[in-house]
T-cell receptor, first 113, second 113 residues
């Protein structure tokens, strides 16, 4: 079965640095991959979606890459701020129906001033 | 613009009691989902409804039933609650069942004693 792994449970960085979060998957490549942000006591909030034929996607200070050879997606936050502190989830679709969307366990990012 | 609204926010049940978690969305989305989130397990899909009138099992459906009451509302029922169902439950919706982001509610925190 398809598995998805976010390598780090927690990542601590200094304000102003670039945070890089990793999402790896096994088996076959998904049609697309999504990244979400989750704050304590709240539901996940969608950030970015990248399709299998796209290498890179950007939105303001956020950048996502998708490498189907390595079976990996990287999520970057440049010029990080304490307000970026949250848990970040990756999710991938491995079939035609959104019902087949599976989530990683998340990486908790802490940005220190 | 409320988005996805879940009720109640908190609930404590005794083993064997039943309850229904309510979810409503006001974005005219076609697809709706119920996930549970447990520490160390990530988000796991319980049931989903790709469109009004249809429901399908997800990864962890045992012990739950769902009803897609209309396009706006999707409820989750626990007929006989068990301590293993202690979790945070999230409802989500999306415009179509493929290739579009999920919009989550802020969850129901359920404790079964």
């Amino acid at each position: 079965s398809q598995k998805i792994e976010q390598n780090s449970e927690a990542l601590n960085i200094q304000e102003g640095k670039t945070a890089t979060l990793t999402c790896n998957y096994t088996n076959y490549s998904p049609a697309y991959l999504q990244w979400y942000r989750q704050d304590p006591g709240r539901g996940p909030v969608f950030l970015l979606l990248i399709r299998e034929n796209e290498k890179e996607k950007r939105k303001e200070r956020l950048k996502v890459t998708f490498d189907t050879t390595l079976k990996q997606s990287l999520f970057h936050i440049t010029a990080s701020q304490p307000a970026d502190s949250a848990t970040y989830l990756c999710a991938l679709n491995y079939g035609g129906s959104q019902g087949n969307l599976i989530f990683g366990k998340g990486t908790k990012l802490s940005v220190k001033p | 613009n409320a988005g996805v609204t879940q009720t109640p926010k908190f609930q404590v049940l005794k083993t064997g009691q039943s309850m229904t978690l309510q979810c409503a969305q006001d974005m005219n989305h076609n697809s709706m989902y119920w996930y549970r989130q447990d520490p160390g397990m990530g988000l796991r899909l319980i049931y989903y409804s790709a469109s009004e009138g249809t429901t399908d099992k997800g990864e962890v459906p045992n012990g739950y039933n769902v009803s897609r009451l209309n396009k706006r509302e999707f409820s989750l029922r626990l007929e006989s609650a068990a301590p293993s169902q202690t979790s945070v439950y999230f409802c989500a919706s999306t415009l179509s069942s493929y290739n579009s982001p999920l919009h989550f509610g802020n969850g129901t925190r359920l404790t079964v004693t």
